[in-house]
């Protein structure tokens, strides 16, 4: 069977949460290790700057995710890992690829509006409304197939398809379209019941969180409002507990249903059952991280390593692309 490429990426910024664990990275593992695919990954550290300019956190935060990245599973032997900004050749792609698709195509990306109306982005950068292309040029230099991301991400992906075709039929046969793989629990919920575990938000649980930690955040998260003590009966379906459950405490959530729906299941007991898993869960991440934590040379090893490897895949595309170009 062909190994297909994956590419994916995601922005630094700093340590990472169980949703973005959830969301992406453990699928990337799962399919790092099915012996399918040959995963490249992105720190997408020039993405950062199209919601905010201040980059004084920028290396760090880098460093931070990296570390959760091994951390959790992610094996620099299989997987090089590498920043954009370290790889001159994601810019050049940018720019060609910006010819190849028109503004109003990317004023119609939802995934923008949405950002729009979150962020109350009243004037929106050149660069924020390029986001995609800069995705694109992330994916197809690397000549990925397969991009393993959450939902928002869909209809960027339905953009690197977009100019794949366009730059194709233009200029010759140099990429393959891309398809998203989604993964099953693509979004978290937040500690606060809103609808994506966030940073920004302060409604996360970190990948390093410590046990008393976890504990901590559990007890104040939100739970079915109607359940006031035990005894109440309880609507596992609107509890964000309960999807936590799901999540990390499958074996036991037939069991958890019934008992909070019948009133025996208590939330501060449901919250500590689930402290326990999440933490379990944790513990050998933690681990992990405090290990790489005290052999940085290692960790920036990883990095210059998996740049090395990028860049030799990212200049033999380049080549291909100004050849069929005529250009350079
Ligand atoms: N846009 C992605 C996100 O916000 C991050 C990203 C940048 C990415 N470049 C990529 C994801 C290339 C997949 C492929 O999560």
């Known amino acids: 069977m062909k190994i297909k490429r994956i590419l994916s990426g995601m922005?630094?910024?700093?340590?990472?949460?169980?949703?973005?664990?959830?969301?992406?990275?453990?699928?990337?593992?799962?399919?790092?290790?099915?012996?399918?695919?040959?995963?490249?990954?992105?720190i997408a550290d020039y993405h950062v700057l199209?919601?905010?300019?201040?980059?004084?956190?920028?290396?760090?935060?880098?460093?931070?995710?990296?570390?959760?990245?091994?951390?959790?599973?992610?094996?620099?032997?299989?997987?090089p890992m590498f920043r954009q900004s370290k790889i001159k050749e994601h810019t050049e792609l940018h720019l060609i690829f910006s010819m190849l698709i028109t503004t109003s195509r990317l004023e119609r990306n939802p995934t923008l509006k949405?950002?729009?109306?979150?962020?109350?982005?009243?004037?929106?950068?050149?660069?924020?409304?390029?986001?995609?292309?800069?995705?694109?040029?992330?994916?197809?230099?690397?000549?990925?197939?397969v991009v393993p991301v959450g939902e928002d991400q869909v209809p960027h992906i339905e953009i690197s398809r977009e100019i794949a075709r366009k730059f194709n039929a233009q200029y010759g046969e140099v990429f393959i379209e891309p398809i998203p793989l989604l993964t099953k629990f693509s979004r978290l919920v937040g500690l606060d019941g809103n609808a994506k575990m966030?940073?920004?938000?302060?409604?996360?649980?970190?990948?390093?969180?410590?046990?008393?930690i976890v504990k901590a955040k559990l007890k104040k998260a939100v739970t079915d409002p109607q359940k006031l003590r035990k005894g109440d009966p309880?609507?596992?379906?609107?509890c964000l507990v309960f999807s936590y459950h799901k999540k990390f405490n499958s074996e036991e959530i037939n069991l958890i249903e019934t008992d909070c729906k019948s009133g025996l299941l208590g939330c501060f007991d449901c919250k500590?059952?689930?402290?326990?898993?999440?933490?379990?869960?944790?513990?050998?991440?933690?681990?992990?991280?405090?290990?790489?934590e005290s052999n940085m040379n290692y960790v920036l090893d990883v990095l210059s390593d998996g740049e090395r490897k990028g860049k030799l895949e990212a200049e033999k595309t380049i080549s291909d692309v100004r050849a069929k170009m005529g250009i350079g």
Request: hydrophobic residues 35%; charged residues 25%; negative net charge.
């Open 11 to 42: 922005r630094p910024t700093g340590k990472l949460h169980i949703g973005h664990y959830v969301g992406a990275l453990e699928n990337w593992i799962n399919l790092q290790n099915s012996g399918q695919y040959q995963n490249f990954h992105l």
């Open 50 to 79: 199209t919601t905010g300019l201040d980059s004084s956190n920028i290396y760090n935060d880098s460093i931070e995710m990296l570390i959760d990245w091994l951390a959790s599973g992610l094996d620099p032997n299989k997987s």
């Open 114 to 145: 949405d950002q729009v109306r979150d962020l109350n982005l009243e004037n929106m950068s050149y660069g924020h409304l390029g986001y995609p292309v800069l995705q694109t040029a992330d994916i197809l230099l690397y000549k990925g197939e």
């Open 198 to 212: 966030s940073k920004s938000l302060g409604n996360s649980i970190l990948l390093s969180d410590e046990k008393e």
């Open 234 to 238: 309880g609507r596992p379906e609107v």
């Open 272 to 292: 500590m059952k689930c402290v326990e898993k999440i933490s379990s869960f944790l513990e050998p991440i933690i681990a992990k991280r405090k290990e790489l």
